[in-house]
């Protein structure tokens, strides 16, 4: 009966079935398994990068070590897991990313052209674009026009507007919305405006409501006193992403 080789004397390169399996080589197995997380948020499409660089490693080890250790095809599991699922997360994030970029687009330009309507004196038109259950729509175009008239009449021309800032935020009642924070600057006064946008079921955006106020910079400039106070916002602000100018 022939005697089993002590561990100190066996040879691994001559003996391939005592070979041991890369540890490198089943982490990144079970690494390029847990690559699937890449579609629940951005920064964990470097999971499977992570599977990848391991896999690589493991390869690197296996070939070096002339047979002493194995594991190949784990590590060209691991590897094609980790390329697969890169590849999937980033173009899912980069795809939300692009529908995001192009729906804050489309919304400073509905902004902008909203503002120019109201700046123009077409109330009507703006009041019309209001959704049904809106505050603003429930009291009526003429409480409607008197509160924007109001921070508009005697301050002359436009000299410029500017998007300042863009958000899009969860509402309280849920689905979201996105204010549009506009600096108007008039010949006699300069005005904060917001646009609200509220996004219906069907996906689109629409104008939910319109609050405004001078500043402080322009009480301090032109001290007008009889500028009413502003038209207060239909929302409550919350954490939303921002989209600066």
Same mark, same amino acid.
Request: with cysteine.
């Given at each position: ?8 004397? =066996? ?15 089943? /982490?990144?197995? *079970? *690494?390029?398994?847990?690559?699937? @997380?890449?579609? =629940?948020?951005?920064? #964990?499409?470097?999971?499977? @990068?992570?599977? /990848?660089?391991?896999?690589? @490693?493991? +390869?690197?080890k296996i070939r070096k070590s002339q047979g002493v250790l194995v594991g190949r095809k784990l590590a060209v599991a691991g590897l094609v ?13 980069? %795809? %939300? ?10 919304l400073e330009t509905q902004a902008i052209e909203t503002l120019d309507e109201i700046l123009a004196g077409r109330y009507e038109t703006v ?8 505050? $603003? +729509?429930?009291?009526? #175009?003429? !409480?409607? +026009? ?5 921070? #508009?009449?005697? !301050? ?9 800032? =863009?958000? /899009? ?7 979201? &919305? @996105?204010? !549009?924070?506009?600096? *108007?600057?008039?010949?006699?006064? /300069? =005005?904060? *405006? ?12 629409? #104008? ?7 500043? &402080? ?13 502003? &038209?207060?916002?239909?929302? $409550? +602000? ?8």
């Amino acid at each position: 009966m022939t005697e089993p080789v002590s561990d100190d004397r =066996l040879d691994r390169a001559t003996d391939p079935e005592y070979a041991a399996v890369c540890p490198l080589a089943v /982490i990144a197995l *079970v *690494v390029g398994v847990l690559g699937g @997380a890449a579609f =629940l948020a951005a920064p #964990l499409v470097a999971v499977p @990068a992570v599977a /990848i660089g391991l896999a690589l @490693a493991a +390869r690197r080890k296996i070939r070096k070590s002339q047979g002493v250790l194995v594991g190949r095809k784990l590590a060209v599991a691991g590897l094609v897991l980790g390329i697969a699922t890169a590849a999937a997360g980033g173009g899912y994030h980069l %795809l %939300l990313w692009q529908g995001k970029q192009q729906t804050l687009e489309d919304l400073e330009t509905q902004a902008i052209e909203t503002l120019d309507e109201i700046l123009a004196g077409r109330y009507e038109t703006v009041f019309e674009k209001l959704p049904d259950d809106s505050l $603003q +729509r429930k009291l009526g #175009l003429d !409480a409607f +026009r008197q509160g924007i008239s109001g921070l #508009l009449d005697g !301050a002359g021309g436009l000299v410029g507007r500017d998007l300042m800032s =863009l958000q /899009i935020l969860p509402f309280e009642s849920g689905g979201l &919305v @996105a204010p !549009a924070d506009m600096r *108007v600057n008039l010949e006699r006064r /300069i =005005l904060e *405006v917001t646009l609200w946008f509220r996004q219906e079921e069907d996906g689109h955006w629409r #104008l939910a409501g319109v609050g405004g106020q001078e500043t &402080v910079e322009s009480i301090a400039k032109y001290g007008d006193e009889g500028v009413p106070p502003g &038209v207060p916002a239909p929302y $409550q +602000r919350g954490h939303g992403h921002d989209h600066h100018h």
